[in-house]
């Protein structure tokens, strides 16, 4: 998951749109708002709360800014999981949503 995110999808164009298969935008703002407290994050969070669908809205650099599994190498994230290493942090993210 971490080559793939932060070496294969990292590596395409800011301006990328990012399209997933499902609506899950108001989820991840509640497990992100635990993690980080950025403007960005905000903004996603408000953009999510006044908008129904949120699919294609957003681009890989967007992500860049507040998909914490993409920022494993952030002070705040590694601070939030207790480790370092990117691959142990985005093991520890990923047990802490699956256990919200």
Do not use: W
């Not at 905000?42 to 507040?66: M, P, V």
């Amino acid at each position: 998951m971490h080559v793939a995110l932060n070496k294969t999808l990292a590596a395409l164009p800011d301006d990328t749109k990012v399209y997933p298969g499902h609506e899950y935008t108001k989820q991840n703002c509640k497990f992100l708002t635990k993690i980080l407290q950025t403007e960005p994050v905000k903004k996603l969070e408000s953009f999510a709360e006044n908008n129904k669908e949120t699919q294609g809205r957003f681009t890989i650099g967007d992500e860049k800014t507040y998909n914490v599994f993409m920022r494993v190498e952030d002070p705040a994230v590694q601070k939030a999981t207790g480790k370092t290493d990117p691959v142990d942090v985005m093991g520890k993210l990923r047990e802490m949503k699956n256990n919200m």
